[in-house]
Each structure stands twice: as C-alpha cells, then as structure tokens.
C-alpha cells in the first residue's frame, strides 16, 4: 500500500469498508444476519450446482406436472446421495 500511496496519493482503498457510504454506520446485528444468510446460501447453492451441472436439470419442458415433479423429486434424490457418497461409501 505504500507503493501505490507514492504513486496514487489520492487513491482510495475499498478493500476493508464495512459500510457503503462515508457516514453510515455499522450495525453488527445487520452484519451478522448477512454472515449467517451467506452461511446458508453456501451450503444451498453447492447443491444446486450439482443439480445444474451433473444432472443437466437447467430447463424443463412441460410434459405434465406429474411428469415434471417426478422428475424434480428423482433429481433431488440423486443429488442428495451424490452430496453424502463420501459418507456413505465410508460406512460401506
């Protein structure tokens, strides 16, 4: 940071704010309800990847709600064995 304060004196660091605007202040509580949903959708969104990517479930065309929902619930449940195979292959 000292090279770039030589050569930019007047450049600004957004590495570290912890709040939008000059003036607002920092609420923890906010702060950790932002850490716990980001917690979450961590965890959420990995299986969905694995949905999207593994199982190509991206688009589905209407065949039927019967035929769709079938189709949602076996993807659910192949991704669920395919997140805990570790697990289960250990207990195995």
């Given at each position: 940071?000292?090279?770039?304060?030589?050569?930019?004196?007047?450049?600004?660091d957004f590495t570290?704010?912890r709040c939008r605007?000059?003036?607002?202040?920092?609420?923890?509580?906010?702060?950790?309800?932002?850490?716990?949903?980001?917690?979450?959708?961590?965890?959420?969104?990995?299986?969905?990847?694995?949905?999207?990517?593994?199982?190509?479930?991206?688009?589905?065309?209407?065949?039927?709600?019967?035929?769709?929902?079938?189709?949602?619930?076996?993807?659910?449940?192949?991704?669920?064995?395919?997140?805990?195979r570790r697990k289960?292959?250990?207990?195995?």
């Amino acid at each position: 940071t000292a090279v770039i304060r030589e050569c930019a004196p007047r450049a600004r660091d957004f590495t570290q704010r912890r709040c939008r605007y000059k003036g607002q202040i920092v609420d923890e509580v906010a702060w950790a309800k932002n850490r716990t949903k980001s917690k979450v959708r961590a965890k959420v969104e990995h299986v969905f990847q694995v949905m999207k990517l593994k199982f190509g479930f991206v688009k589905v065309r209407y065949r039927g709600l019967k035929k769709n929902a079938h189709r949602l619930f076996v993807t659910c449940a192949l991704v669920n064995l395919f997140v805990s195979r570790r697990k289960l292959l250990a207990v195995a």
